[in-house]
């Protein structure tokens, strides 16, 4: 997870295989700026605003609403949905 605008637009995508990007990193320039840069690892977009469709519009392969799941199970099943988005997982 990306903790600064700065720190996500210096990922290294053949270390990194998903990046999750909040609304208040300003979530969908971070999320072009990075797909501009070439940047191929999964882009998840995490906001408690209905952002769907803005972050997928900038690039990201999935969106998940705050708070999401705590409890491992259900976490999981989310985190899975969304790699499954690019297939990196079977």
Partial sequence: MCIS???CL???SKHQQMASI???LLGT???RALR????KSVICGLSANDMEQQF???GA???LFKP?????????VELTRVLKTRGMLC
Avoid: I, M, W, Y
Avoid at 36 to 39: A, C, E, K, L
């Fill in 5 to 7: 605008l700065k720190q």
């Fill in 68 to 76: 999401f799941p705590c409890e491992k199970e259900a976490l999981s």
């Fill in 29 to 31: 320039e971070t999320v």
């Fill in 61 to 63: 392969d999935a969106f």
């Fill in 56 to 58: 997928k519009e900038a």
């Fill in 36 to 39: 501009s840069r070439g940047v």
């Fill in 10 to 12: 210096h990922v290294n």
């Fill in 22 to 24: 909040e609304k208040q």
